[in-house]
């Protein structure tokens, strides 16, 4: 009976062992757990989102940022040039008589000092002639002058200083020219535009008279394009620009060193093409040889005259430079047919004879003046306001 229950012990314990190695056998293995994924976070409308933050993962001790997407540079503004309107050119040189006036010390006052003396001997006369002359009159044109003077003066006798300056006034008037045609042609050609063809020598204030023009010309209610063919100065199409970008004026250009008579040609096409009353082109104003000068400007003209006709050739001249400037005149006046004379810097210099020198040594008038650095300081040219400037009230 022992035996029996012994045997019986041990196969419980041999099926329990059994038991226990199959449930170990069959035991599923462990899994990691699954990651768990952060909460989606909703945009809120109206509300700006913070980019995201840089990410960080670590793989085998291995670190990767993710950077923010790049900030697109915000487009500088450009802010179109203020177009100014001029003044009209009508009364410009009344405006600006007070400036003229700064020449009469030496010419008008001199001049009316001297003849208002009890005797006029040879001396004094020696002294107006001198003074006349230093004032760039001009040898023959002072010679007339003290001449006519000389024998009104006998046959006055005594005379009052109102008497002095009515008889100067009267010899400077005649020498001038009251009667001469003053007047700017730039009235346009039913569809095609009036030219206007500006020379002179670089340094007398060629292309800030062209400028200065184009403000006068606008003032008076004309639509004008501006041609920059002074194209071997590098200076001179910036300038030209700025002038026009002021009052809303085209300017037309061509490449540096390029040919001068292809700009003139395009800006004419374009004043035709645009309608305008006035095209104005500035040419180069070198000196270096007299046949190169003529060669240029005159093919300047000649390729102008193809689209349309040249109503002025103006020559700018510097008042400062007297008898030099004569020199100049004559150089231009030789290459192209020139029909009237911007006289530049007239304001605070002695030199207001030249008017009467250049009118007669190149037989056409002086029809603008500049009178100061602003930029409505050319006026027309008035006989009678620059005459009463010089003397004074």
Do not use: C
């Not at 004008?224 to 002021?246: E, K």
């Amino acid at each position: 009976m022992e035996a029996y229950l012994g045997i019986i012990a041990i196969i419980v314990v041999v099926a329990l062992l059994a038991a226990g190695g199959m449930f170990l056998l069959l035991r599923p293995r462990g899994k990691s757990a699954p990651p768990v994924e952060p909460p989606e976070v909703r945009p809120v409308p109206g509300q700006e989102q913070a980019p995201p933050a840089a990410v960080t993962q670590d793989d085998d001790a291995a670190t990767t940022t993710v950077p923010p997407p790049p900030v697109k540079p915000a487009e500088p503004m450009v802010v179109p040039p203020v177009v100014e309107i001029p003044p009209p050119s009508a009364g410009r040189m009344v405006r600006l008589r007070a400036r003229l006036a700064r020449s009469q010390s030496t010419l008008g006052k001199g001049l009316l000092d001297l003849l208002s003396r009890d005797r006029l001997d040879d001396d004094t006369w020696d002294e107006i002639e001198e003074t006349l002359i230093t004032a760039d009159v001009g040898v023959a044109p002072t010679q007339a002058m003290v001449e006519e003077l000389r024998t009104k003066v006998k046959v006055l006798g005594s005379r009052t200083p109102t008497e002095v300056r009515e008889l100067l006034k009267e010899q400077l008037l005649t020498q001038i020219g009251v009667d001469t045609d003053r007047t700017l042609h730039v009235k346009p050609h039913g569809e095609r535009p009036a030219v206007v063809l500006v020379v002179g020598v670089n340094g007398t204030g060629k292309t800030t008279t062209t400028g200065k023009l184009a403000r006068s010309l606008i003032g008076d209610g004309n639509k004008v394009v501006l041609g920059a063919a002074d194209t071997f100065r590098a200076a001179a199409a910036d300038q030209l620009q700025t002038w026009g970008d002021r009052v809303g004026a085209e300017v037309v250009r061509g490449p540096e060193a390029g040919d001068p008579a292809s700009v003139a040609f395009d800006a004419v096409a374009k004043g035709v093409e645009d309608k305008v009353d006035v095209v104005i082109v500035d040419t180069a104003g070198r000196l270096h040889t007299k046949t190169g000068l003529m060669d240029e400007l005159g093919k300047v003209k000649r390729v102008i005259e193809k689209k349309a006709t040249v109503d002025e050739v103006l020559l700018v001249l510097d008042a400062t430079t007297g008898q030099n400037g004569m020199r100049q005149a004559r150089v231009f006046a030789e290459v192209v047919d020139v029909t009237g004379i911007a006289l530049t810097k007239l304001d605070g210099t002695a030199k207001g004879g030249i008017i009467i020198s250049v009118q007669r040594e190149l037989g056409v008038p002086v029809k603008l003046v500049g009178l100061g650095e602003g930029p409505d300081d050319l006026a027309p040219f008035d006989p009678e306001v620059f005459v009463d400037a010089l003397l004074g009230d």
